[in-house]
């Protein structure tokens, strides 16, 4: 236990424009053509060693072009999942005993490989296989591991140093242990910077891990493996399986030493993961820590008061950015019809018409496709559904291809009703809708969107009006984790807004920040007594 150590102080990692002309961009292209040109295995890493999954092939495809195939995964199996669980366990008590020092350089060393030499490459995986344009994959898999990668060490050196008071003549002191027990790291699709923080850092406290990423994901997280075996971490800290997961979850829940899960995804998988765990808990050695972040109805509450140009922005932004793949996105929004008929609606329109989602090498294009075909089913059926409904009126797109790839257009819809299925269900894709009340209605519209919807993710107040911002974010204070005045519901910095929801969003442990890294440690208290009494007797007692 070296809490004195002194560590690097982090900064945000500058994000790249990939500017026309510029090298950094000519050399990103150079990496997309290779990745493109290749078809990978993606095999599991289990003790250190690749081998594929015994399970049914997947292939991992480009979404914008489904039918190119950059590489082939495979589920893994009960055995597979077992040879990974031991794996973890076999690795426990020698990663344990290293310094925090030593571990923190590995994951220091690979946040400063992500930033030179990786970066390309875990950028290019990042837009071939999740449809990322070149800004949204450097935001995520280059900046944000960073980010994650070098702040965690500070945040967790801070933790270190947290040692409670000691009286005359005994010295008390914390003895921050690991888990006991191995990690589970569940990972979803739509972030490769999540993907790796998720079995990282718990590996950073001291903990092994076995580290299921999303199949559609499997490109960049074989290559930030990779990464982090270039920095230095042992076989057998993190273990990665491959595939739909549901083997791993039937051996990882029910083996005794599970000491926590660490999951990023829908709700309804969390809620599942949940039952399975409360169903083995008395079969565990301990209670394994819960840690989830999960779905979103991220709303935009926008007053009379409200800048029109930046309301503008942060909508199309916060919208159809990453084809609406966020769990911050914005998907309802609350509109005064003062400003909606004054002009919004046809400027929100012409803008979402003219935002061009395609094949994300061109870097014209402002959007790729979504992630794979049942996300398009999702979308399609719901845009049936919207478009169907006579208190629904679309206003833009409304419309999907999968010929080539998976698009769905920027969609924009009215609709009468603020209780209708639209804002209450997480579609997580290019989809906006807009009720628009009388401005009169604002208090009435606020309290109303605040428990509509079962999640509590990300939310924003446009307003310029002071006592409206004030009274809005109180009425709305337990409706989102992260709240956004005059700004869009999406693009957490790690560091400056640490980021997670409660209710049906999650365990709120805000992945980022020490509030995450401290569920990863059970501490022991040691008190030791220099000269201990040696009579049992107490002074009142004569
Ligand atoms: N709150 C956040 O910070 C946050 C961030 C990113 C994404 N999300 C949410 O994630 C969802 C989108 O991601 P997704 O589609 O990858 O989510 P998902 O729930 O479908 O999958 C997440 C992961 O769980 C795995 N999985 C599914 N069933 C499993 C089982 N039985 N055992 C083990 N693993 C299993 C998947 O293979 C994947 O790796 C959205 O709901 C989004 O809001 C939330
Ligand atoms: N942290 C990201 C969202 C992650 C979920 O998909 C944001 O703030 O936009």
């Not at 994951?107 to 344009?133: E, V, Y």
């Not at 999303?214 to 930030?224: E, K």
């Not at 833009?396 to 769905?408: H, L, M, Q, W």
Request: with cysteine; proline share 6%.
């Amino acid at each position: 236990m070296d809490a004195v150590l002194s560590v690097p102080e982090p900064r945000n990692e500058p994000v790249r424009d990939y500017a026309p002309g510029s090298a950094e961009r000519d050399s990103l292209q150079r990496r997309l053509g290779e990745l493109a040109a290749e078809r990978r295995d993606l095999p599991m890493t289990i003790g250190g060693a690749q081998r594929m999954g015994a399970g049914a092939a997947i292939d991992v495809v480009q979404p914008h072009r489904h039918q190119h195939v950059l590489g082939v995964t495979h589920n893994a199996t009960n055995a597979d999942a077992l040879a990974a669980v031991t794996a973890a366990k076999q690795a426990a008590p020698m990663w344990r005993d290293l310094s925090f020092a030593d571990r923190a350089a590995v994951f220091l060393r690979a946040a400063d490989l992500l930033s030179g030499p990786w970066r390309d490459t875990l950028n290019a995986a990042t837009m071939l296989g999740q449809s990322k344009t070149a800004v949204q994959a450097e935001i995520d898999s280059a900046c944000e591991l960073i980010d994650f990668l070098r702040f965690n060490v500070a945040f967790a050196r801070r933790l270190l140093a947290e040692q409670p008071l000691s009286s005359p003549g005994v010295w008390n002191r914390f003895d921050h242990r690991p888990l006991e027990g191995f990690v589970y790291a569940i990972t979803p699709f739509n972030f490769t910077a999540i993907a790796g923080n998720l079995p990282a850092a718990p590996a950073l406290l001291g903990n092994t891990v076995v580290w299921k990423p999303a199949p559609t994901q499997q490109l960049a997280a074989h290559f930030t493996m990779r990464l982090f075996e270039a920095a230095g971490l042992p076989p057998g800290v993190i273990n990665m399986v491959t595939g739909d997961g549901i083997a791993v979850s039937e051996v990882a829940l029910a083996d005794p030493d599970l000491a926590g899960i660490h999951f990023t995804g829908s709700t309804k998988v969390f809620q599942k993961l949940w039952r399975m765990v409360g169903e083995n808990i008395a079969n565990y050695r301990g209670y394994p820590r819960l840690v989830g972040e999960t779905g979103g109805k991220d709303f935009v509450v926008a007053h009379a008061s409200a800048d029109v140009d930046a309301l503008h922005t942060a909508l199309i932004r916060g919208a159809y950015e990453y084809q609406g793949q966020k769990c911050s996105a914005a998907s309802r929004a609350y509109v005064p019809r003062s400003l909606w008929n004054g002009g919004l609606r046809d400027r929100l329109a012409a803008t979402a018409d003219g935002l061009a989602y395609g094949d994300v090498t061109d870097f014209t294009n402002f959007g790729g496709a979504v992630i794979d075909a049942k996300a398009f089913a999702r979308h399609t059926t719901a845009l049936d559904m919207i478009s169907n409904d006579p208190t629904c009126r679309i206003v833009a797109g409304g419309t999907a291809d999968d010929s080539v790839g998976y698009f769905v257009r920027p969609t924009l819809f009215e609709c009468d009703d603020p209780a209708h299925d639209s804002f209450t269900t997480e579609y997580f894709g290019p989809i906006l809708g807009v009720h628009v009340y009388d401005d009169a209605r604002y208090d009435e519209v606020v309290r109303q969107a605040e428990s509509i919807a079962p999640y509590a993710l990300t939310g924003a107040i446009f307003a310029t009006d002071r006592r409206v911002i004030d009274q809005t974010s109180e009425v709305l204070r337990y409706a989102a984790g992260n709240f956004y005045v005059n700004d869009k519901p999406t693009g957490a910095v790690v560091g400056q807004q640490p980021f997670g929801g409660a209710r049906a969003s999650g365990t709120n442990d805000k992945a980022g920040s020490w509030h995450n890294l401290v569920r990863w440690m059970s501490p022991r208290t040691v008190k030791e007594t220099f000269v201990p009494p040696t009579d049992h007797r107490y002074p009142h007692m004569g």
